[in-house]
């Protein structure tokens, strides 16, 4: 497979650029990764598709995916522009980010080895990211909410000493 470096460096530069805080828009891009490399999956094991070992591994990488995702969410910094809420990856958030990518390549590397017949599905390598982005997405839409939230704080009487 021929990684397109341009195409990484790009999303990578995506993640720090401040993104709308809209609690339904958040949702659409992840859904449509996923759903297309599902489409695309689909279509892909469609002509006979012979299970290895190998490709047990390809599985196994959704779940790093998920969790370098959720990691990424928790580093997620916020901010309040013209009363709408804003949100980006923070500096330390490039770790998961390069955690996520240095597994997608090693695990393309390795299952490649092994004989998976998955390791340069394209339909895998859309659900990857779009799980990796899911993840990420519903940590961050879960602090937003909290922070979209009416102060609940109970105002204290006045101390009169």
Do not use: C
């Not at 990578?12 to 805080?21: H, K, L, P, V």
């Amino acid at each position: 497979m021929n990684w397109n470096w341009g195409a990484i460096a790009w999303l990578t530069a995506r993640q720090f650029i401040w993104r709308s805080g809209e609690l339904k828009r958040m949702l659409r891009m992840p859904v449509v990764v996923v759903a297309a490399g599902l489409a695309y999956l689909a279509i892909e094991l469609w002509g006979g598709f012979r299970w290895v070992a190998g490709d047990w591994l390809v599985v196994a990488e959704l779940g790093l995916a998920a969790v370098t995702g959720t990691a990424m969410g928790h580093v997620t910094r916020f901010r309040t522009l013209s009363e709408r809420l804003q949100y980006r990856l923070t500096g330390i958030g490039l770790v998961p980010w390069a955690a996520f990518v240095a597994i997608r390549v090693g695990n393309f590397a390795l299952a490649r080895a092994l004989g998976a017949n998955l390791a340069d599905a394209t339909g895998l390598i859309l659900l990857s990211f779009g799980v990796n982005r899911l993840a990420a997405i519903m940590v961050v839409r879960r602090r937003a909410k909290m922070l979209l939230v009416p102060s609940t704080a109970v105002s204290m009487p006045h101390d009169s000493r």
